[in-house]
């Protein structure tokens, strides 16, 4: 069928963007882990990990991400040690959404702390979730599925920042357009894209910011076909309104005026036929060559560290960029249609890496359990403070639940929660569960 030109407005492809707006945050060097320790530990948490409360694995890959409701929730504010907890904005979710909704108190987090005995080593959860993932059968579709929630900390007041974002994706658009179908000037046209964005993320994040703390919040679904000229299709619904961290912040927003915080609150979509990449820092990396990735942890270590060295996001990174390059890439693998070897290798590569500490249970932005994992470093000029990079996995099943970039502000720079991926076989359809 004929291409169809992406709309301005590219749901599929502004949540890599968003995802990548933040690369600046990347950690340079992660610290050691105490291996002693770790070795002494190391039995005794695995066979915990293994233990760990099981949701039976009768579903296939099809029905991946369904909800399910924490078993224990702690009522009340927060108390001593909620740092180690999952803090993330409430929002709406798609057509469940509803407007005019309480502001969060100050201290206490949309989704409370899940009740946790001490926390499992980190590269034990991620063994164990590593045999999870071998036992899972294959599965296979015409279109792979992701609906995903992203939360974004509001970061300048709505305005020229995304006017300059709008005119910026037409000069992209323009460009690829002259660029009449030859594959370097369309990569050149994306590369300055990239560029641009990235000095005007840099811009803003040195400002001074709003006087108040909140965020927006936005549902996507995305249906990306596996054959090649097969029709893509996304779907993006922004929620109504921004949520604040307090009722204080919400207070500050008023006494200036109450300015729009959410310009655009029209869904949007797409439909087109292009090679879509499933990771912006491997494009070469799509939905039809992700399921031959290595099976075997040492060739998958390989070919990752072949990935990262050909990466257009390195920028001449000495070889401690690696580890952050593993842990954003991961992120993009766990969330796409690899095989449950390349699954389970991928779970082992990342036990390798040194800094990652597990901070204990915790519940996602659906009310989801699973096990918080986590990774601290130095900041930048676009950032107050160190960054920490967090991800929530589902012990249970090996996957992933959601993933945050947090520094010393109230709420997340970014959270994004995988509500649900799977294979489909038609446009529209979503996995059963």
Same mark, same amino acid.
Not at 151 to 164: K, N, T, V
Not at 388 to 412: H, K, N
């Given at each position: 069928?004929?291409?169809?030109?992406?709309?301005?407005?590219?749901?599929?492809?502004?949540?890599?963007?968003?995802?990548?707006?933040?690369?600046?945050?990347?950690?340079?060097?992660?610290?050691?882990?105490?291996?002693?320790?770790?070795?002494?530990?190391?039995?005794?948490?695995?066979?915990?990990?293994?233990?760990?409360?099981?949701?039976? @694995? %009768? +579903?296939?890959?099809?029905? !991946?991400? *369904?909800?399910?409701?924490?078993?224990?929730? #702690?009522? $009340?504010?927060?108390? =001593?040690?909620?740092?180690?907890?999952?803090?993330?904005?409430?929002?709406?979710?798609?057509?469940?959404?509803?407007?005019?909704?309480?502001?969060?108190?100050?201290?206490?987090?949309?989704?409370?702390?899940?009740?946790?005995?001490?926390?499992?080593?980190?590269?034990?959860?991620?063994?164990?979730?590593?045999?999870?993932?071998?036992?899972?059968?294959?599965? @296979? %579709? +015409?279109?792979?599925?992701? !609906?995903? *929630?992203?939360?974004?900390?509001?970061?300048? #007041?709505? $305005?020229?920042?995304? =006017?300059?974002?709008?005119?910026?994706?037409?000069?992209?658009?323009?460009?690829?357009?002259?660029?009449?179908?030859?594959?370097?000037?369309?990569?050149?046209?994306?590369?300055?894209?990239?560029?641009?964005?990235?000095?005007?993320?840099?811009?803003?994040?040195?400002?001074?910011?709003?006087?108040?703390?909140?965020?927006?919040?936005?549902?996507?679904?995305?249906?990306?076909?596996?054959?090649?000229?097969?029709?893509?299709?996304?779907?993006?619904?922004?929620?109504?309104?921004?949520?604040?961290?307090?009722?204080?912040?919400?207070?500050?927003?008023?006494?200036?005026?109450?300015?729009?915080?959410?310009?655009?609150?029209?869904?949007?979509?797409?439909?087109?036929?292009?090679?879509?990449?499933?990771?912006?820092?491997?494009?070469?990396?799509?939905?039809?060559?992700?399921?031959?990735?290595?099976?075997?942890?040492?060739?998958?270590?390989?070919?990752?560290?072949?990935?990262?060295?050909?990466?257009?996001?390195?920028?001449?990174?000495?070889?401690?960029?690696?580890?952050?390059?593993?842990?954003?890439?991961?992120?993009?693998?766990?969330?796409?249609?690899?095989?449950?070897?390349?699954?389970?290798?991928?779970?082992?590569?990342?036990?390798?890496?040194?800094?990652?500490?597990?901070?204990?249970?915790?519940?996602?932005?659906?009310?989801?359990?699973?096990?918080?994992?986590?990774?601290?470093?130095?900041?930048?000029?676009?950032?107050?403070?160190?960054?920490?990079?967090?991800?929530?996995?589902?012990?249970?099943?090996?996957?992933?639940?959601?993933?945050?970039?947090?520094?010393?502000?109230?709420?997340?720079?970014?959270?994004?929660?995988?509500?649900?991926?799977?294979?489909?076989?038609?446009?529209?359809?979503?996995?059963?569960?």
């Amino acid at each position: 069928m004929p291409s169809s030109p992406p709309s301005p407005r590219d749901p599929d492809r502004e949540q890599h963007m968003t995802d990548r707006l933040f690369a600046a945050l990347r950690p340079r060097a992660l610290d050691e882990v105490a291996e002693e320790a770790y070795g002494r530990r190391r039995a005794g948490d695995l066979a915990r990990a293994f233990d760990a409360p099981h949701t039976p @694995s %009768g +579903r296939s890959a099809r029905a !991946r991400g *369904r909800s399910r409701r924490p078993s224990l929730i #702690l009522a $009340g504010t927060a108390a =001593a040690g909620l740092a180690a907890a999952v803090v993330l904005v409430p929002g709406l979710v798609s057509d469940d959404a509803s407007p005019g909704r309480a502001p969060i108190q100050a201290g206490s987090p949309s989704t409370p702390p899940v009740a946790s005995a001490t926390p499992l080593d980190a590269r034990s959860v991620l063994l164990a979730a590593a045999e999870t993932a071998a036992r899972e059968p294959a599965d @296979s %579709g +015409r279109y792979w599925y992701t !609906r995903t *929630r992203t939360d974004s900390l509001i970061r300048d #007041l709505p $305005g020229a920042y995304e =006017a300059r974002l709008d005119e910026l994706l037409r000069q992209r658009e323009a460009a690829k357009g002259d660029a009449g179908g030859d594959d370097a000037a369309e990569k050149a046209a994306e590369k300055e894209f990239e560029r641009e964005v990235g000095r005007l993320k840099r811009e803003s994040a040195r400002s001074a910011g709003p006087p108040f703390a909140a965020a927006t919040s936005e549902t996507s679904e995305t249906w990306r076909a596996r054959d090649k000229g097969g029709t893509n299709r996304g779907v993006t619904r922004p929620a109504p309104e921004a949520t604040f961290a307090s009722a204080a912040d919400e207070a500050r927003w008023k006494a200036m005026g109450s300015p729009e915080l959410v310009p655009d609150r029209r869904t949007r979509t797409y439909e087109d036929d292009l090679d879509r990449v499933l990771s912006i820092d491997n494009p070469g990396l799509t939905i039809r060559n992700v399921s031959k990735l290595p099976t075997r942890k040492e060739a998958l270590r390989g070919r990752l560290r072949d990935m990262y060295e050909a990466s257009p996001g390195r920028r001449g990174q000495a070889d401690a960029g690696f580890a952050a390059y593993l842990w954003q890439t991961g992120t993009d693998l766990l969330t796409s249609p690899i095989t449950p070897g390349t699954r389970a290798a991928l779970f082992r590569v990342l036990a390798e890496q040194p800094g990652i500490t597990s901070t204990g249970r915790a519940g996602d932005v659906f009310g989801r359990e699973g096990v918080a994992l986590s990774t601290t470093t130095p900041g930048d000029e676009t950032t107050r403070g160190d960054v920490e990079y967090r991800m929530i996995l589902d012990e249970g099943t090996a996957e992933l639940l959601q993933i945050e970039v947090r520094d010393e502000r109230p709420l997340p720079l970014l959270s994004q929660a995988f509500e649900r991926t799977g294979w489909v076989d038609r446009l529209g359809e979503r996995p059963a569960g």
